[in-house]
């Protein structure tokens, strides 16, 4: 098992664009997470699928961001119409229950 | 609201012994953890403690719980330079809300 994948590392996308991320987790952990972290800060809760289900929003999730996963197995965070305020680095994580968390390498945005 | 805090920063010299400590208001904490990061990379577990635990060890860490305080220590004893990161504390609940909730984190720095 090779640990939670996030494509891509890095994004630079221009103001105004929509861009994607994908998290793939830990075979058979049915529990994944979407944070985002900025710079000196803790991650910050965005999204939770139990499965195919997402049970849990931020209040940080805006209209302009949306996740799904649509088999319970990979999951796609999608930014639209991004803001220089979206630039941060965004985590996924996945656990099989409770305890452990497992976290990926991160997807790194810079809106320009 | 829950809330986990944690001082900024922590200096030792190799060879001593580190403490960093985090309190947390959330009295329905079920499980707290420690996350090690490294500049630019993701987030890797460290260890985790239950909340009917006080202390847990495992090789060089050594993890304190003081339930009626809120209060979690993570010792690390014959700290190296290696050990130099920034170090999260983070809590979650068993029901509710699963997400973690994470600390702004203490940068250790290691001195040879």
């Known amino acids: 098992d090779t640990g939670v994948s996030q494509n891509p590392r890095h994004k630079i996308t221009k103001r105004g664009q929509n861009v994607t991320f994908r998290c793939d987790p830990i075979?058979?952990?049915?529990?994944l997470y979407w944070y985002r972290q900025t710079l000196g800060q803790g991650p910050e809760f965005l999204t939770y699928f139990q499965n195919e289900a997402q049970l849990e929003k931020s209040r940080l999730l805006s209209d302009r961001f949306s996740a799904e996963r649509p088999k319970g197995s990979f999951s796609t965070l999608e930014i639209q119409r991004t803001e220089q305020g979206d630039s941060a680095m965004y985590l996924c994580a996945s656990s099989s229950g409770e305890g452990e968390a497992f976290f990926g390498q991160g997807t790194r945005l810079t809106v320009v | 609201g829950e809330d986990v805090e944690q001082s900024l920063f922590l200096s030792v010299r190799e060879g001593d012994s580190s403490v960093i400590n985090c309190t947390y208001t959330d009295s329905s904490s079920t499980y707290l953890y420690w996350y090690k990061q490294e500049p630019g990379a993701g987030l890797q577990l460290l260890t985790y403690i239950f909340s009917n635990m006080d202390m847990k060890q495992d090789q060089r860490l050594t993890v304190l719980l003081n339930k009626k305080d809120k209060h979690l220590s993570l010792r690390i004893a014959d700290t190296q330079t290696g050990d130099s990161a920034i170090y999260f504390c983070?809590?979650?609940?068993?029901?509710?809300?699963?997400?973690?909730?994470f600390g702004s984190g203490t940068r250790l720095q290691v001195q040879p």
């Open positions: 983070a809590e979650s609940r068993s029901t509710g809300r699963r997400a973690l909730t």
């Open positions: 075979s058979e952990h049915n529990r």
